[in-house]
């Protein structure tokens, strides 16, 4: 593929003499949801440690609309443009949604402490977070303590925090784990939104989310790609049915 916004080539990683991901190829097409699946172990989290930086490549290439990005440092990779949803514990649980929202969007300016005391940049500070809030449908939640929001507005939270980077491609790591039905169906609808215009990779254990989601899906076992397509095609895939009894029954 030539338009691929994301190209990767052989990437590996090793700890001590285990391959936690072998070899891996991935090109991501801009503008699509591509889902990373496996079973657990298979190596998707480790992949998305590559893909950010947060790890330094065993071995591989990684490249962004041509550009090598393998062996920069994290921080330079987030500027340009690679971004991974944050954890819930890197949210500050005793200030409210909106106060998180507005970290994110400075930690994305600096921190020129001059340019943070006029009083236009914290208006438009102000705006732009409440701009965020509202996309998530955390209007309503703004004031309240990040700690006190139920499990599925805070996943929401972690989201808008993310998109405040502006990220062009943006990671997540199982975004509905541990949710009911109805925060899946709302986190479905707000990936849906805020995947135009840009590019979506997600780890998803949930499959009718990835059936109903993703344009593309690569199958990971064992650190390595066993198959890669739409869903369909992944599906009844030999391989990947084997995989998934494997994993089942180990
Ligand atoms: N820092 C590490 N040191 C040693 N082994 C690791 C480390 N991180 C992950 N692994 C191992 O690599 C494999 C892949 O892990 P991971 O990428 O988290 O899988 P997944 O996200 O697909 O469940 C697992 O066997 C895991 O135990
Ligand atoms: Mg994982």
């Known amino acids: 593929m030539t338009d691929a916004v994301l190209r990767v080539r052989g990437i590996t990683k090793s700890f001590g003499a285990f391959k936690a991901v072998d070899g891996v190829d991935l090109d991501i097409a801009e503008g699509e949801i591509h889902a990373l699946i496996g079973p657990n172990g298979a190596g998707k989290t480790t992949c998305f440690n590559l893909l950010t930086g947060s790890l330094p490549l065993t071995s591989g290439e990684i490249s962004l609309r041509g550009n090598a990005i393998s062996g920069l440092p994290m921080d330079e990779i987030a500027r340009r443009g690679i971004v991974r949803s944050y954890q819930i514990s890197s949210i500050f649980p005793d200030f409210t949604a909106l106060a998180n929202v507005r970290f994110a969007l400075q930690q994305k300016r ?3 402490f001059d340019f943070w005391r006029s009083e236009r940049t914290l208006e438009q500070l102000h705006g732009r977070a409440m701009d ?3 996309q998530l449908g ?6 309240v303590r990040a700690g006190d929001l139920p499990y599925g507005r805070k996943r929401a939270l972690e989201i808008a925090t993310t998109l405040a980077l502006d990220p062009q491609i943006l990671l997540l790591d199982e975004p509905t784990s541990g949710m009911g039905r109805e925060d899946i169906g709302r986190v479905v609808d707000l990936i849906r939104k805020v995947a135009k215009g840009r590019t979506v990779i997600m780890v998803e254990h949930n499959l009718s989310v990835v059936e109903g989601l993703c344009n593309h899906v690569t199958v990971l ?5 066993i198959a890669s397509g739409n869903y369909r095609e992944v599906a009844r895939n ?3 049915v084997e995989a998934y009894l494997g994993a ?3």
């Open 110 to 112: 600096g921190t020129n």
């Open 238 to 240: 030999e391989k990947v």
């Open 132 to 134: 965020l809030l509202d």
């Open 138 to 143: 955390l209007v309503e939640w703004a004031n």
């Open 221 to 225: 076992a064992r650190g390595r790609v």
């Open 248 to 250: 089942a029954h180990a």
